[in-house]
């Protein structure tokens, strides 16, 4: 279609292109009507120019417009040429102080917590950077797009308002200085003209809703038929049903559908057809009936081409006049009091007030681009800021009318501009006095809810979908309500005053609506139907909680405020609650001689809502109030006389009681809807506004009643007035309910009303409730919090509840109270209470959950044990109540209580009579101990004049009265002291004692009584020998528990893995402790140890003995016994890669013979050490198979390792297998010839063995040409002259057993499965490469790993390391026994041709392209293959050395070749040594061998070392390859850490020291070689700079580096837009570790097709960049991502830590984030040690629903 299309674009672009911007603009300036002109050229032009053909052409159309319309309007606007007009403009401006920056989606943002007024004011980077914020506590998240940076704005910031960058600009404005003063009166008046034009036309356009027809002055003469069919985006289909539903109505690819989508959800609309209307509307038709089934059809409309195009050009001019008014403050102004103009139309009718009027009706991508116009005008212009908020105000209700029809979310919603207003101070104030903003926002709140129930309350039940849906909605007017509170007044002005009253008067009928709502039943006998709707009610409740106390600290500001607002929650809770006692008759109470009336009611039968925001508003108020000075001064101002003590308590009361009934199980028929209500009701997130409120409201009744009366009512609610009522009532309750379930329930209510008791009185660390501030109070949270165990910043922080600014206050107090611990290279840190605030710790905090109590319990009672101390948890000493409160603690020496306490400790002393539990003793000793303390205070504090009323050791000395002679209290407990059924309490009840003889002496005026004093010592020291008797005890019991701790321990041991799993993980700890040293018994360790050659060290031949971990059978490993195997684990690497680009790209034609130094793709073999019989290994793994094959018809789940393609779980250890390597022994000993007399030097071994390889190459050309076939060897074999004593048809025998032979193969077939991802085929000629090719890859990774951690190559290695190598090294040396003789012949043929030339082998790889080291293995290990034919006496060990001699000289060759010495700036340290002056001398014969193409000849010192250090590597691997092949045990020396070791490593290797005396030894065909090798064209291209080779030493490869602050990373990615979907933003952006490049991952956009399917971006990525394993960093959740394949992978924890030693995945709490090196370079070591699909593994079999996750479309 384009290419159709594309002459007449053409055309037309001549035409346009004559147009003359420069003409335009004179017409219009002599113009009489302006709009007309302009509007006939816009009508003209724009169609012409847009919406040519289906799709949008953007680069063309930009450049037209700018050409034909926009540079027309900039010439007429600056009457010049605007090239120098605007430059003129921007120099004459006085640039804005705001910074203004509109943020992108994902870039990062900053907020100070110590500076900002609340938290949505923020800073860009560049600002933050620059600012004095970056000192101080900030919080950095990423921006959902939209909003700006406020540097500038004086009313954002406590303090530095102000970047560098801004500040320069603040020293010249003088205030508000009208920026037009700045422009020519002409500039001002075009200006004028021309920016209300085209405001005009682009508001109308935009908002033009007719689909064919243009208005009238822009309507065309003749109109083509071409339409678009337009879709439009909406939130209630899914991607997913939007492409399917295209691919039918338009008839297009898949790819295609998922573009269309993608646009319609970012820009809104996108059209789908392009064409005449019929054509558009069929399309239309399809799409509606397709969508129709949903809740409604997607919006589909069929418009003329022309509409479309003049709206595309309206949005463009919006960008325009944004772009525009940025070279002026004065062209800003201008537009913006364009843009504010009334219109003809009055009220209403400006140009912005009709832009946010059809908001709800333009498409995602209008809105965004008049939304962001907005910002950089009216909102960067304090003047216009103001008039806007205005008419925003005044709009506000409309608004957020359509927003709730809208189905958008509220971040495209011009409704989403308030915080732009509200949070800003003089504006919101302004607002709220002027506009009456704050009655406003609630009003149209409750409009939009209207569902009621018959008392008016608001009734979420039976909500309908629509209804959930605005309910959701709604809810965003909370939060512009809480803006608008955010910044409490200074000063009050009357106004402010009245309007905040109306506010708080619209308010209260919002709380009316919700006072008792959601009420409940107690259900008897069946359970319920439905669980009932909660979590509306609960949800508006949270949502509400910081408004509620934002409107408590409005209030609390200002006196007269304060007083209005108390009477006016008054009144609404009397009209709540008012009649409360309507219909009931009153009942009698009465107790110890106190009666009280109540009413007749009980939870358990009644209707109750734990709903009571009007009541716990008041409760707030009534702090506050205690907290001033008015309700001392001036009672009178207050209607204290009119409050209902009891019916304050009323409500609140029977909400607790609730709870407490739920918690003895009494409401279980009511299912999981109330229990979650309790728990969110003591929740942190909502308990400051309800369950602290009803204890303070509580405290707050009580304070005003007589505590007996108060003591029977709560007794009443409990609904066990009875129990306490009636003496012996409890003896006869137990003795005749049988009901133990009945029992049970009461006990709990008993032990509940305790606790209820002890808060009431306990609680006092609300400021205004006792003398503290709020610094105690949350002093004492966090040492609650700290009690039950240590804990890391993150989960103190969401134990506490955060204010309106997202603060808790901790940092401020937590150094007092506890010691950080930093974290190590896992975990977290660490706050611990420090121990001298054990003694604040409250048992019964009331914040405590149950089982906090019992934890926090049980640690309390272990410290004080380990500190020697007894286990008593006394009641802490209590600060004093405030006065209003003080009354609170006669409570606990009230006759009721009294009563109550004697009553449970009668029981206690009878303990067989009665039901009763030691919670509720423990709960009775601790009132006692509260009060004890209480009294001590009281007499502490006591002045001469005043007179000490609380008696509460007087009382309790005093028999009873109630039980006729019933013993004291006090004696009660001297009983209990004794009881052997009390033993964890003996602890307590002494304290109380104790405390009790104290307060006792202190009390001067009441005589002290001998007998009791002696009773307490004597007490005392029997209690001494007791507790040596009980120490005993304990010991035996402890001594017992550690028994059958041991016993299980030896159980678990059987599951071996879950104790040892941080061993297995850890691949290379290389301290000794955890390894075993190598060889710990060198034969002779003053013998010189050589690995090969002749001279090699001769080693006894130790038998090796192992143990099967599956049948537990030893078996010693012989070469014919059964075979043992090691669980091993092949993957594909690239790891070493120095060139990530290549990657092979057929693998069925790829030759792996040669490795290339770039080492760009090996294979890794590792295991993790653990033997078992090749057969018991096979039965396992046939049964994982068929369980495997049955879990996945039974439940389709995937597995953490793939079956199918042979991987299993180690059964020991559950590492990640998919293969077995077999146990050999050192498969050289069996073949050497041990004569080493008379052996060839290099020279001749080379014509030897040149001379076999040509008889061979002639016999396989005589075997390959068939017609000689009958007649093959006899003849021509003589013809060939074979060597002498060479006997190519012997055929060797395999000594090997059947059973290792089968292993062998079945090793060599998944190392060449696996590496070259191909079917397996144990036939295939490659086989044996791939065996050669994963030794050598295994080990150069290890030595490399040796290497960067400065490891001594033979020190200490872990046993699992040492066994892989050793078993890979001899395996890879055994495997051609079970290959093709030929095949390996072959291999070794080309092998060796690459460096001694011969005439059947052309196309070799130069020796710049070969790595030596892989050469190496492959030449020695395919040796034996000809060797075993050659029957001259030549030995193995002999021609392993020649080729070990032969490859180290090509080496240096390639080292010398490829040095480049002049980098390195070193001067010489030391004369000249004879290496020197040996390698200048090799250097010159290349020199000349090259044909002076090597660059001049540098000093020789530099040359050697160069040499020294390339070398290394190869000489180190060399070292480590002979070792294992051999056994020969490493030189003591080398197993230190120490320098190079380069003279023991040449020892150990048979190398002179001088590495050169092997040229010069072997100089007579060392020539000739060299030569050869120099004469490659290759070498020729490299020399002349053609080409590039790889250098010695190769570089370690290295993750890439990261920035130390991670906030840059997040500036990074969120520069990053997608590479497919033109410059969208990537919603995904994730890092590769390995490459540094960065993907747009988890998205429709970027996934490509891999072997067939669909995958996301990382995986595609790990592909060609880590052969399949990639390690990434997703950079907006700062979490490291796994992959492994397709289907594996993990989340691993980010080497991130804010400054608490946390990760913060997800970027939830938004502290600032440092790379911690440590732990970035673990991963790196798992990336080193190839170990990332095991610790996949590891993870997924730890965590389950990782194996559920579709990594591959990530
Ligand atoms: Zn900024
Ligand atoms: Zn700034
Ligand atoms: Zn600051
Ligand atoms: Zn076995
Ligand atoms: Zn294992
Ligand atoms: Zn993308
Ligand atoms: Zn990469």
Redesign the pocket.
């Known amino acids: 279609m384009a290419s159709e299309l594309e002459p007449e674009v053409q055309a037309i672009d001549r035409s346009l292109l004559e147009c003359s911007a420069e003409e335009i603009a004179g017409k219009w300036l002599q113009a009489t009507d302006l709009t007309r002109e302009v509007y006939q050229h816009l009508a003209h032009y724009v169609p012409k120019i847009y919406c040519r053909g289906p799709n949008p052409f953007p680069q063309k159309e930009d450049m037209l417009a700018q050409h034909v319309l926009l540079g027309p309007m900039e010439w007429y606007l600056c009457g010049e040429d605007p090239a120098f007009g605007f430059p003129k403009l921007e120099q004459a401006n006085k640039p804005s102080h705001l910074c203004g920056r509109v943020f992108k989606v994902g870039e990062p943002t900053y907020s100070?917590?110590?500076?900002?007024v609340d938290p949505t004011c923020v800073l860009c980077m560049e600002c933050f950077l620059g600012?004095?914020?970056r000192?101080?506590?900030?919080r950095m998240t990423t921006s959902g797009g939209g909003g700006f940076c406020d540097c500038g704005d004086t009313e954002a910031?406590?303090?530095?308002p102000y970047c560098q960058k801004h500040e320069l600009n603040t020293s010249e404005i003088e205030e508000e200085e009208d920026p037009l003063v700045h422009l020519s009166e002409d500039v001002i008046a075009r200006t004028y003209n021309i920016f209300a034009i085209m405001f005009r036309y682009a508001v109308e356009i935009l908002t033009w809703e007719k689909e064919s027809e243009l208005p009238a002055d822009l309507e065309m003469v003749e109109k083509s038929d071409t339409y678009y069919c337009m879709l439009f985006n909406d939130e209630v289909h899914t991607y997913e049903q939007v492409i399917y539903t295209l691919q039918k109505a338009v008839n297009c690819t898949q790819k295609e559908a998922i573009g269309f989508a993608t646009t319609v959800d970012r820009d809104g609309r996108r059209s789908v057809r392009y064409g005449d209307f019929q054509y558009c509307e069929q399309a239309k038709s399809v799409i509606v009936r397709n969508t129709i089934r949903q809740t409604k059809p997607l919006k589909v409309q069929v418009m003329h081409s022309s509409i479309v195009a003049h709206q595309n050009f309206g949005l463009k001019l919006l960008s325009w006049l944004g772009s525009i008014i940025g070279y002026s403050d004065g062209l800003r102004r201008i537009l913006c009091q364009v843009g504010l103009q009334e219109g003809p139309d009055g009220e209403n009718s400006s140009l912005v007030d009709r832009l946010m009027l059809s908001d709800s009706k333009l498409w995602k991508g209008a809105r965004s681009v008049y939304h962001q116009l907005f910002m950089s005008s009216l909102l960067m212009d304090l003047k216009y800021k103001k008039l806007f908020a205005v008419r925003f105000a005044k709009n506000y209700q409309q608004l957020q009318r359509d927003f709730m029809e809208d189905d958008h979310e509220r971040a495209v919603s011009v409704t989403a501009l308030s915080v732009q207003f509200f949070t800003a101070p003089t504006l919101a104030r302004m607002l709220i006095t002027e506009e009456n903003l704050m009655s406003i926002i609630i009003k149209t709140f409750m409009d939009h809810l209207r569902h009621r129930d018959a008392q008016g309350r608001f009734q979420f039940e039976r909500y309908t979908a629509l209804q959930a849906f605005k309910f959701r909605r709604v809810q965003s007017l909370i939060l512009d309500l809480k803006y608008v509170l955010i910044s409490k007044p200074t000063e009050w002005s009357d106004e402010l005053r009245q309007k905040f009253l109306e506010g708080f008067d619209a308010f209260l009928e919002l709380l009316k609506c919700m006072q008792g709502m959601d009420p409940i039943t107690r259900q008897v006998g069946q359970h319920i139907e439905m669980e009932p709707e909660w979590e509306a009610a609960f949800t508006l409740q949270m949502k509400l909680t910081h408004v509620i106390s934002m409107m408590q600290d409005w209030c609390a500001s200002d006196e007269k405020v304060l007083i209005e607002a108390y009477k006016k929650c008054l009144a609404v809770l009397m009209q709540c609650h008012g009649g409360y006692t309507d219909g009931e008759q009153p009942i009698t109470l009465s107790i110890c001689g106190h009666s009280v009336e109540t009413i007749r009611y009980c939870v358990s039968q009644e209707k109750v809502s734990i709903h009571l925001p009007v009541s716990r508003l008041l409760a707030g108020l009534h702090v506050l109030l205690s907290k001033s000075e008015v309700a001392y001064k001036f009672p009178e101002l207050l209607p204290l006389s009119e409050l209902s003590p009891p019916m304050l308590i009323e409500h609140p009361l029977r909400c607790l009681v609730l709870c407490a009934q739920v918690h003895a199980g009494m409401w279980r028929r009511n299912g999981f809807s109330l229990v979650n209500q309790i728990y969110y009701y003591h929740n942190v997130k909502c308990r400051r506004e309800m369950f602290d409120k009803d204890v303070v409201m509580l405290q707050t009744g009580v304070s005003m009643m007589d505590p007996n009366h108060f003591l029977m009512i709560m007794l009443s609610r409990f609904e066990l007035y009875q129990i306490f009522s009636t003496p012996d009532y409890g003896k006869r309750f137990s003795s005749e309910i049988t009901h133990k379930d009945v029992v049970q329930q009461n006990n709990t209510l008993i032990e509940e009303m305790l606790y209820l008791i002890i808060m009431l009185v306990g609680e006092r660390f609300s400021p205004g409730v006792g003398q503290v501030n709020a610094t105690d109070e949350i002093k004492r949270e966090i040492i609650h919090q700290l009690s039950i165990k240590p804990m890391a910043h993150s989960e103190l922080v969401k134990s506490l509840p955060e204010d309106e600014n997202k603060e808790t206050g901790m940092e401020s107090v937590i150094e007092a109270v506890a010691h950080f611990k930093k974290p190590g290279l896992t975990g977290r840190g660490m706050y611990e209470l420090k121990p001298e605030c054990a003694k604040e710790f409250n048992l019964y905090f009331y914040h405590f959950s149950r089982a906090e109590q019992s934890k926090a319990e049980e640690a309390q009672r272990k410290l004080k044990r380990q500190n020697r101390e007894d286990t008593a948890l006394p009641p802490p000493v209590l600060p004093p109540f405030c006065p209003l409160f003080a009354s609170l603690v006669n409570i606990l020496q009230s006759d009721v209580m009294l009563c109550i306490m004697g009553t449970i400790l009668q029981w206690a002393v009878e303990h067989n009579g009665y039901a009763w539990s030691e919670s509720m003793l423990q709960r009775v000793l601790h009132l006692i101990g509260m009060a004890l303390q209480e009294e001590k205070q009281h007499l502490e504090n006591v002045t001469e004049e005043h007179v000490v009323t609380f008696t509460f050791t007087q009382k309790i000395s005093k028999p009873g009265e109630a039980p006729k002679n019933s013993p004291s209290i006090l004696a009660m407990l001297e009983t209990l002291q004794n009881a052997p059924y009390l033993e964890v309490h003996k602890d307590m009840i002494r304290w109380i004692l104790k405390t009790f003889n104290a307060v006792k002496k202190m009390r001067e005026s009441s005589p002290t009584s001998p007998v009791a004093e002696t009773e307490g010592t004597i007490m005392e020291e029997s209690s001494r020998d007791k507790d040596k008797a009980e120490r005993k005890r304990k010991a035996e019991i402890a001594r017992l528990r550690r028994e059958k701790i041991m016993a299980q321990m030896s159980e678990m041991q059987r599951h071996f893995i879950d104790e040892n799993k941080e061993l297995f993980q850890q691949t290379l700890e290389l301290d000794a402790s955890t390894s075993a040293v190598l060889d710990n018994s060198p034969v002779a360790s003053d013998m010189t140890l050589t690995a090969l050659g002749p001279t090699q060290t001769q080693v006894p031949e130790q038998r090796q003995f192992v143990t099967c971990i599956l049948c537990q059978e030893e078996q010693e490993v012989k070469v014919e016994s059964r075979a043992m195997v090691l669980a091993a684990f092949v993957q594909r690497s690239t790891v070493l890669s120095k060139n990530r680009s290549k990657f092979i790209q057929d693998p069925e034609k790829y030759d792996p013979l040669f490795m290339h130094p770039d080492l760009s793709c090996g294979t890794h073999t590792s295991s993790c050490g653990h033997i078992m019989h090749a057969h018991c290994w096979q039965r396992y793994f046939d049964s994982v198979q068929a369980k495997e094959q049955r879990r996945q018809q039974r439940l389709r789940l995937h597995t953490s390792y793939d079956v199918e393609n042979g991987e299993f779980l180690c059964p020991l250890c559950e590492c990640l297998s998919n293969t077995v390597i077999p146990l050999l022994l050192p498969p050289r000993n069996i073949f050497n010839k041990l004569n080493f007399s008379d052996q060839p030097n290099l020279t001749q071994w080379i014509r030897t063995i040149s001379q076999q390889i040509k008889a061979l190459q002639f016999l396989r050309k005589e075997e390959s040409t068939p017609n000689n076939a009958s007649t093959k060897n006899s003849e021509n074999v003589d013809e060939l002259q074979l060597p002498e004593r060479f006997r190519p048809d012997f055929r060797p025998k395999n000594p090997y057993s059947e059973s290792i032979k089968e292993m062998l193969t079945t090793f060599g077939t998944a190392t060449y499965k696996v590496g070259l991802k191909v079917h397996p085929n144990e036939e295939d000629p490659r086989v044996p490469i791939m065996c050669w090719g994963s030794c050598a890859y295994t080990i150069q990774s290890i030595e490399r790993i040796l290497s960067d951690e400065d490891k001594p190559l033979f020190g200490p290695l872990p046993c699992r390391l040492d066994d892989c190598l050793r078993s890979l090294t001899r395996f890879a040396a055994a495997h051609w026994t079970v290959a093709s003789l030929s095949v390996v012949q072959g291999h070794f043929c080309k092998l060796f041709a690459s460096l001694v030339p011969n005439d059947s082998h052309e196309e070799l790889p130069c020796i710049l392209d070969i790595d030596m080291f892989h050469l190496l293995v492959g030449l020695v290990l395919a040796f034996p293959a000809l060797q075993c034919q050659d029957f001259s006496g030549i030995s193995l060990g002999t021609g392993d050395l020649h080729i070990f001699h032969l490859v180290t000289m090509a080496h240096i060759i390639q080292i010398l070749l490829t040095s480049c010495t002049e980098e390195n700036g070193m001067d010489q340290e030391n004369p000249t040594c004879e290496e020197e002056s040996a390698v200048l001398a090799l250097y010159k014969t290349l020199h000349q061998y090259t044909g002076s193409a090597l660059k001049e000849i540098p000093s020789g010192w530099h040359l050697w070392r160069s040499v020294r250090a390339g070398i290394m590597p190869f000489l180190k691997c060399s070292a480590l390859f002979f070792h294992y092949l051999n056994g020969v045990p490493s030189p003591p020396d080398i197993q230190v850490p120490g320098t190079s070791h380069f003279e023991h490593l040449c020892n150990y290797l048979s190398l002179p020291n001088n590495l050169f005396c092997l040229f010069q030894e072997n100089s007579e065909i060392m020539n000739s070689l060299i030569e050869s090798w120099c004469h490659n064209s290759e070498v020729k291209r490299y020399l002349e700079g053609e080409r590039d080779a790889i250098r010695y030493p190769r570089e370690s490869n290295k993750l890439i580096n990261l920035p130390e602050d991670y906030s840059s990373l997040i500036n990074q990615a969120s520069n990053f837009s997608c590479p497919k979907s033109g410059g969208d933003k990537s919603r995904a952006p994730t890092l590769c570790l390995v490459c540094g490049s960065l993907l747009c991952s988890q998205s429709y956009c970027c996934q490509t097709e891999l072997e067939g399917e669909d995958v996301g971006a990382c995986t595609a990525h790990t592909y060609s960049c880590g052969s399949g394993v990639g390690i990434f960093l997703r950079v907006r959740e700062c979490q490291v991502l796994f992959l492994a394949g397709k289907t594996k992978g993990c989340f691993y924890s980010p080497p991130y830590l804010d400054d608490y030693g946390e990760t913060d995945q997800g970027l939830r709490r938004g502290n600032p984030l440092h790379l911690c090196k440590e732990r970035f370079k673990k991963i790196q070591k798992l990336w080193h040690q190839h170990s990332v699909t095991e610790e996949i593994g590891h993870a997924q079999e730890a965590n389950q629903t990782l194996v559920g996750i579709d990594w591959q479309h990530l």
């Open positions: 100070c917590r110590d500076c900002a600012s004095i914020h000192d101080h506590r900030y910031w406590k303090e530095g």
